[in-house]
C-alpha cells in the first residue's frame, strides 16, 4: 500500500476543512494510507517567496526535511503548496549552497533535507499512484448525465519541467477522472487560464473580474458544475460568485476533486463535508444511480 | 506524422542588454531570462491580468528593465501584481519566465524596503506564527473540523519562523521588510 505524509498547507484546514477531509476518506477507499504532517510551517508561498528567496527556501525546506523524518513522500492537495515545495526541491537538489545554508538553520531542531522524497500533488496520486483502471474498479455508483468543467489551477500544472503533473496547455487528468466516473468532461474557453486568486491581496476588483470570465465561460457550457484540484481556486471560483449582481439560481457549484469522486465510490456525502460547500452541488449529486 | 521544427539555434540566443539595471536582474537567479526577450508583446496579450486593468502591460515593464528604468520599476506596484500564474510562459516563443524575472525584480525592492503594505503585513504574520490563518483559526472552526472526523487542532509550528526572521528579516537594515 502506497503511504503519504500529508502537508495540507495553511488554507484548506481553516477555510475548506471538507477538502482535507474528503481527501483523507477517498485515498482511504482506494487503498492509499496518509499520515498527518505533525510541527508543520508555512511553505511561505506568494508572500514569503515574493520579499526572500533563501526565507523561503528555508521555510519550504523545512517542510520537505520534516517529510523526511516520517520516511514518506508528501502530498500535496494545494496548488500554492505543491508549487513552493517542489520549487524549492528543485532548488536544493540543483544548489548545494542553497542546500547548505538551508540545512544549517535546520540543524537546530535535528531536521536535514537530504532530497530523499518527492512531492506529489493530488493529481498526480490519483494518476501515478492508484492509477485510472484500479479508480475504474472502484466505482460503484457511477453519475450520469452530468457535466462537469476541469479547473486545474496554474500552480499545480506549471512550470511542467518543475512540477511535472500534466500537460500544462492541454490538461487531462481532472477531465479523465470525471469521465470514469460516468460523468460528461465539458472544455471550455481559457480552461487554462487563472482564477484571480494570487490577485486577491493586491486588487480584489482586477481577481474578480478574472474569476467572473472564467465562471461565464463555464456557464456558457451549461454545466452542472465545476471540479478544482487546489484549495484556493475552490474558494476564490465559489466566491467570486457571490459578488454583486450574482444571482443566487445562476450560480454553478463548485466541487473539490474528491469530493466528486467520493460519492461514485459508494462514499457517503456527509462524510466527504458537502454541506459546507457554499453552493449546494445537490444537482450534480441527484444523478448518482445505483448500479 | 511530422514533428513540429524545434525553434532551431535561435532558442538559445542572448541579448546583451546594456542598460546597469537589466545587468543587475540579470545576475540573480532567475534574471537571467531577461537576456532573451524580444519585446514581441505576446506576454501582454495572453495575461488575464492584462485583459482586465489597462495599468498593467507585462512587456512594458520587461522594456523598462531594459532600458535601465530602475527607479521607476523599483517604486511601482506593478512587478507585484504579476500572479506567477505562468500562462504567458507557455506563450512566449522566446522561453522568457516573467514571473522568474518580477520575483528578482521583488527581490531587490524589497533589499530596498519597498514591499507593498499586503505584502509586507502578511510576511510579518507568517513570521509571527508560523502560519498564515492563525487569528481566523476559532472554535468554530475546531467544531467543524471535528465534525469532519479531523484533528480538530491544526498543530502549526510557531517557532522555526523566528529563526528565519532573525535571519533573513533583522540582519541589518538591507534585509529587513521596512516601511515604505
Ligand atoms: S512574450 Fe516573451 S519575448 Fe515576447 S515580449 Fe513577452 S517576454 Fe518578451
Ligand atoms: S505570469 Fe504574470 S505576467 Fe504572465 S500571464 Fe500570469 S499574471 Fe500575466
Redesign the pocket.
Known sequence: MKEFVLYTGCTAPVRLPQYEASVKVVLDKLGVKIVDMKGANCCGAQYVESVNRHAFAAMSGRILALAETYDRDILAICGACSGSLKWIKHSLDNDWKLKDEVNRILADEGLEYTGKIQVKHLLQVFHEDIGYDAIKEAIVKPYSAVRLAAHYGCHVTRPYDIVRVDDPENPTIIDHLIEIAGATAVDYTGKTR?CGGPMLAMDQEVATKIGMDKIRNIRAENVDGIVTACVFCDIQLTQVQFGEGAQDESRIPVLTLPQFLGPALGIEPSRLGIGYNKISPSRVFASVVEV | MMSEPEHGPEKDVEYHPNSRFSQEIAAEPGGEYIRKCIQCGL?TA?????NYTDKYR?RRIIQKILLGEREQVLASELPWL????????ERCQEGVS??EI?HVVRDIAAREGRVPKVFKDTVNQVLKDGWLLKDAFSDFIQDDRTDLGLNPEVNFDGEFVKKVKKRYFEQGDKEEVKDE
Open positions: 487563472c | 506576454c495572453s495575461c488575464m491580468v492584462a507585462p504579476c500572479m506567477t500564474c505562468r500562462l504567458c510562459e516573467l514571473a518580477f
